[in-house]
């Protein structure tokens, strides 16, 4: 068999590729160990990218409403980040002015309750000073190695005061580390969102310099409707995590328990995880409630609940799962997956990962139906 130039090429590129996945389940440990340094040095511009592509959801919209004509065509991508950020602080800044003056009242009522709290407490104190002498004769009957328990305790501080000093330098660095890496990564996402049409042609350059004009077309295929369902489900995400909180004000206003637009904002912010992130938001309030008054605290986790259920298998999936172009039932069946598999960044990240593969895999699907002939009765029913 005569074999050309590129197909011997093919070959030892397969040939290579299957060395060195040999070589790498061989040595997992270094490989692992070089992934996390890269991505320690590619964090910044990974958080960047997050954070662009987030921010470019509104900029977008906003960008799209403003003013065109020569004029403002150098004004309109800064001012429409500018708005952006402004959108964004704005949000977050409302959000701290309703849940402060909430927090602030519930620590009050906890403060004022601590009198009698204490006046409880020397009560049952007093109670206890009956049972006092059987308590010394207890003592007096049992014998302890007092010293040896003093040089326990005291090697135990030690040990523990070591472990503080160490972990508390370890944290004081990974809060740096974490704050940089943000800031720089903050100013990265600034560049991209400014240039990034240009940045999207150098992608196409570069794809269609190493592949073939085939491969880079369904590449730039993959990569516009994958683009398109993040932005989908990151919109459909704010929507139900909007929803859901107006409906804990409403019904929590309707049934006159205290604290219902604190509550409600603390769920709407929490629910922006999916489907587990609202109950973040259940046990904050129900402890807030409680402080107030324990029984509607009960009626709360009820309320919250009987809610839950509705959002999570009426709401969320209708909300998000069209958003995404992806089934309801393949909704739930990505967040259970996710969480199992990477947590809460799981439950984010694979509902829109879905979507994109069964956007592709119905593609797929309905190519093969279409190039084999088979009539559409048959599988329609």
């Known amino acids: 068999m005569d074999w050309n130039r590129d197909q011997i090429k093919q070959r030892l590129l397969v040939v290579c590729g299957g060395v060195a996945f040999f070589c790498a389940l061989q040595n997992l440990p270094a490989v692992a160990q070089a992934v996390r340094w890269v991505l320690g040095v590619?964090?910044?511009?990974?958080?960047?990218?997050?954070?662009?592509?987030?921010?470019?959801?509104?900029?977008?919209?906003?960008?799209?409403?403003?003013?065109?004509?020569?004029?403002?065509?150098?004004?309109?991508?800064?001012?429409?980040?500018?708005?952006?950020?402004?959108?964004?602080?704005?949000?977050?800044?409302?959000?701290?002015?309703?849940?402060?003056?909430?927090?602030?009242?519930?620590?009050?009522?906890?403060?004022?309750?601590?009198?009698?709290a204490f006046q409880r407490m020397q009560e049952q104190l007093a109670e206890l000073e009956a049972w006092l002498p059987q308590l010394e004769t207890l003592a007096a009957d049992l014998e302890f190695d007092w010293k040896a328990l003093a040089e326990k305790a005291a090697a135990l501080v030690r040990d523990w005061g070591g472990g503080l000093v160490s972990s508390g330098g370890v944290l004081i660095g990974g809060v740096v580390s974490g704050v940089s890496t943000f800031v720089i990564g903050l100013i990265f996402s600034f560049y991209v969102l400014l240039q990034k049409e240009r940045l999207a042609r150098q992608g196409r350059q570069v794809l269609y310099a190493l592949l073939s004009e085939s491969w880079a077309d369904r590449t730039l295929e993959v990569l516009r409707l994958s683009g398109r369902t993040f932005s989908s489900f990151l919109s459909g995400q704010c929507v139900e995590a909007v929803i859901l909180g107006t409906l804990f004000v409403l019904t929590m206003t309707l049934f006159r328990m205290p604290y219902a637009l604190l509550v409600g904002v603390l769920i709407a912010l929490t629910a922006l995880i999916p489907v587990v992130g609202a109950f973040i938001g259940c046990v904050v309030g129900a402890l807030l409630i409680a402080v107030t008054n324990p029984?509607?605290?009960?009626?709360?986790?009820?309320?919250?609940?009987?809610?839950?259920?509705?959002?999570?298998?009426?709401?969320?999936?209708?909300?998000?799962?069209?958003s995404v172009g992806l089934p309801s039932i393949w909704v739930l069946a990505a967040v259970t997956l996710g969480g199992k598999l990477m947590g809460v960044a799981g439950m984010l990240f694979f509902i829109p990962l879905c979507s994109v593969l069964y956007a592709l895999f119905r593609g797929f699907v309905y190519a093969r139906l279409k190039a084999r002939g088979v009539p559409a009765r048959k599988w329609r029913g």
């Open 295 to 322: 029984l509607q605290a009960l009626g709360f986790v009820v309320l919250f609940l009987a809610l839950q259920q509705i959002e999570g298998n009426l709401i969320y999936p209708h909300v998000v799962g069209s």
């Open 42 to 116: 590619l964090s910044p511009f990974l958080v960047g990218g997050a954070v662009a592509f987030v921010l470019n959801v509104p900029m977008r919209a906003i960008e799209a409403r403003l003013p065109g004509g020569r004029r403002w065509h150098p004004l309109r991508r800064p001012l429409a980040l500018i708005l952006t950020l402004a959108a964004v602080v704005g949000v977050v800044t409302l959000a701290v002015c309703v849940v402060s003056p909430g927090v602030g009242d519930a620590v009050r009522s906890i403060t004022g309750q601590l009198p009698a």
